[in-house]
């Protein structure tokens, strides 16, 4: 089997629609530069034990097609674990927010500055109809523009 057919097996595209293209370059580590707008989508879940393909885990990280990606453009209250009450509660509310815009649509993910985290995430901005969905984050005042550092939730 020639390596194209058997990539479009490994990453279960057979009888999907011909999106492939953004989900193919996606599924081999990178965000898709120039990428049409808004062709990608899934059913995402809530992260849980097993395995992990397309599910939120927090309000700035979610798998994708068997790959963690962080939303490069915001810094979200943390989850694992929260510092105090309020950062769980935010950090709660960003993640479902998160979870129900992944599901509102068909998204682009546009490469950031660089290609991953310390923690080996893809970074991404995730886009809707041009605009970013960690802004939406950022004007829910669920997260806040990233920095370059993280800074405490907790007052």
Same mark, same amino acid.
């Given at each position: +089997?020639?390596?194209?057919? %058997? ?10 629609? +011909?999106?492939?293209? !953004? ?13 049409? !707008? ?6 995402? %879940?809530? /992260?849980? $034990? ?25 810094? #979200?209250?943390? =989850?694992?674990?929260?510092?105090? $009450?309020? $950062?769980?509660?935010?950090?709660? #509310?960003?993640?479902? +927010? ?25 970074? /991404? ?10 802004? +939406?984050?950022?004007? !829910?005042? =669920? ?13």
């Amino acid at each position: +089997m020639n390596s194209k057919a %058997t990539r479009i097996r490994r990453f279960g595209l057979i009888g999907k629609t +011909m999106i492939p293209l !953004a989900v193919g370059a996606m599924a081999f580590g990178t965000c898709v530069a120039g990428a049409s !707008a808004d062709e990608l989508s899934a059913d995402f %879940t809530i /992260c849980g $034990e097993g395995r992990r393909v397309n599910c939120v885990v927090d309000g700035d990280t979610f798998w994708f097609q068997r790959q963690k990606v962080r939303v490069a453009d915001v810094d #979200a209250p943390e =989850l694992s674990p929260p510092r105090c $009450e309020a $950062e769980r509660r935010s950090g709660m #509310a960003a993640k479902q +927010m998160l979870f129900a815009l992944l599901n509102a649509g068909p998204f682009t993910l546009a490469p950031a500055d660089r290609d991953a985290d310390r923690y080996g995430r893809k970074l /991404c901005i995730v886009l809707r109809n041009g605009q970013s969905i960690g802004e +939406m984050l950022i004007a !829910a005042k =669920l997260a806040r523009p990233w920095t370059g550092s993280r800074r405490g939730w907790c007052d």
